[in-house]
Every structure is written in C-alpha cells, then in structure tokens.
C-alpha cells in the first residue's frame, strides 16, 4: 500500500487505537498511536451478541492469522476472549509485520455507533 492509500484508510471512521510498545525518552514512557481503524466482520462474529456490553475505552486483543486462506496479514480482534472480527486487509500489514516481529502492540476500542452498516457500528 502507497502512502496515499494509508492516509485514505485512516479517514473513515474509526474503530480501535492501536498502540505500540512503550517507547522511552529521557526515562519516560509513553504510547503512541499507531492505527486507527474500523472493524471488518463485525456481523459475522460475536458482535452483536456483545454489542450491550462493550465500550469505549476496553482493551482488546489482538491475534495474528498467518495461515489465513484469504489474507497471509490477517489479524482476529477479541475482546473478553470472544471474537468480534478481523482488522481491516487496507490496515493491517505494519501491525502484522510488528506482531511478527514479537513487538507488544496493544489495542482498545474507541465507540460505538447505531449505525445500520456493521462497519461503521464499533470505532
């Protein structure tokens, strides 16, 4: 993905921060945000099951799929060990290249919407 394509990715509305491991300054941590992206699959998973229960601001976890059929990047998103569907293909290369690579990445959701458009429905 070119450059101009990650920064379209990111205009959408968004669904989790996803964060780095904690980077050190002059004997200071702090996160940074490295991604925020809406959830793909929603509908398909345990979504609407948890819809009542979820919210802003709950870690989630992330899972590397490498043996994925349909996409050799794919990442799963759970939360409180239930899964709610993938990061989006357009978004998910540098996370899944860090997630290699052993790197902590920590991720949490942002909101929700009552959007009819499952991808629109957890930012």
Known sequence: MDRRGFLKS???LPLVFIYPWRLTARGTSQSVILLETRLAGFQYYNGE???DALKPGQPIFLK???????DEKAIEIYWQG???GYMPR???VVIANL????????AFTKS????????????
């Not at 590397?64 to 349909?70: G, K, L, S, V």
């Not at 929700?112 to 930012?123: A, F, H």
């Open 10 to 12: 990111l205009a959408g």
């Open 99 to 106: 997630m290699d690579q052993q790197k902590e990445i920590r």
């Open 49 to 51: 099951k948890l819809w």
């Open 112 to 123: 929700k919407n009552q959007s009819p458009n499952p991808w629109e429905r957890v930012v």
């Open 64 to 70: 590397r799929q490498p043996h994925n059929p349909y």
């Open 90 to 92: 357009a978004d998910n």
């Open 82 to 84: 239930q899964k709610l």
